[in-house]
């Protein structure tokens, strides 16, 4: 299966995890992404996340250790203020795979219990959380920092810190496989931030 096979199954067996109603975006609209159109607004989209890394840097320093709270941070920046449609830029959660090796060895069982538990905000998250672009792109925001914090790679000064990735990525597929579990925009506020009590989360979370 591809990538996009892979996501597009994630959102339908978002049932498991989170109440139906709760989908703002329909299965249709995700599936109605093409590949090649994707592509070519996918590098548009590339600029705006790297953008917005490079002030998350300058502000808050490196997402080493906080894969969904950058790519949360990133996904309603772009959907509240750079007019980003929500079926454009779906929250992804599950694992990825550096030379074969998953760093999370996340499943539906061990997602569903981090789900369950609710907010532990002294327990780090185990599973992986990055940005999906029209079905098919990739935007992981923190990936690289983990990695070099690991020293399973050396991130360098001048290299792009954003992994913009899908099947056909030559220059990554040998390295990195993302294995998508759920689609959940609102995954942030079920297990890390202060939901409806939280000022910005009362905004995103009453979004029509």
Not at 67 to 82: F, G, K, R
Request: hydrophobic fraction near 40%.
């Amino acid at each position: 299966m591809s990538y996009r096979d892979d996501f597009l199954q994630a959102f339908q067996n978002r049932a498991k995890f989170v109440p139906a109603e709760q989908a703002r975006v329909r299965y249709q609209d995700l599936a109605g992404f093409g590949l090649e159109r994707a592509h070519q607004n996918s590098r548009d989209f590339h600029e705006f996340t790297h953008q917005f890394l490079m002030s998350w840097l300058y502000t808050r320093g490196a997402p080493e250790s906080a894969c969904h709270n950058v790519s949360c941070s990133a996904m309603m920046t772009a959907i509240l203020q750079a007019n980003y449609a929500e079926d454009e830029v779906s929250l992804t959660i599950g694992d990825v795979a550096f030379r074969g090796e998953w760093m999370y060895k996340v499943s539906t069982e061990s997602l569903q219990k981090i789900i369950e538990e609710g907010r532990v905000y002294e327990k780090s998250l185990d599973c992986h959380v990055w940005l999906t672009y029209r079905s098919n792109h990739v935007f992981d925001l923190s990936v690289l920092y983990n990695l070099n914090k690991r020293r399973w790679y050396s991130l360098k000064a001048e290299e792009d810190p954003v992994i913009y990735w899908n099947d056909q990525s030559e220059v990554t597929k040998w390295e990195l496989e993302y294995k998508p579990i759920l689609v959940d925009n609102d995954f942030f506020f079920r297990v890390d931030g202060l939901g409806s009590e939280d000022p910005l989360g009362k905004i995103w979370l009453s979004r029509p």
